[in-house]
């Protein structure tokens, strides 16, 4: 099971940052990954750390915004989120598994947190 947490709401220029905890099975996964599912519109991928190198993938929407990393001691993934705009707003999805940049790809889900940028 994955658990996110830190969603909020917060006015555009502001920041969050998204937690996700797994327990040791989840995360014996190659790769932890963020997706978002804004009203209307499919989930899209936003970020990727794999747990072995660290290496980082982001979509272009998120490059030089958002920092994802990784944390092996306590199984957590975050994601920085700063300057917030407005079409952030959306339900953000930590998703586990030996995935890339599709949602199919990941074994693991957890239950989401909202974040609402407001202008």
């Known amino acids: 099971q994955l658990q996110a947490s830190g969603g909020g709401k917060v006015q555009a220029g502001g920041s969050l940052r998204l937690s996700c905890g797994g327990s040791g099975r989840t995360f014996s996964s190659d790769t932890t990954a963020w997706f978002r599912q804004a009203p209307g519109k499919e989930r899209e991928f936003v970020a990727l750390v794999r747990w072995s190198g660290g290496d980082t993938y982001y979509a272009d929407s998120a490059k030089g915004r958002f920092t994802i990393a990784r944390d092996s001691a306590v199984n957590t993934v975050y994601l920085q989120m700063n300057s917030l705009k407005p079409e952030d707003t959306a339900v953000y999805y930590c998703?586990?598994?030996?995935?890339?940049?599709?949602?199919?790809?990941?074994?693991?889900w957890g239950q989401g947190t909202l974040v609402t940028v407001s202008s």
């Open positions: 998703a586990a598994g030996f995935g890339n940049l599709r949602a199919d790809e990941y074994d693991y």
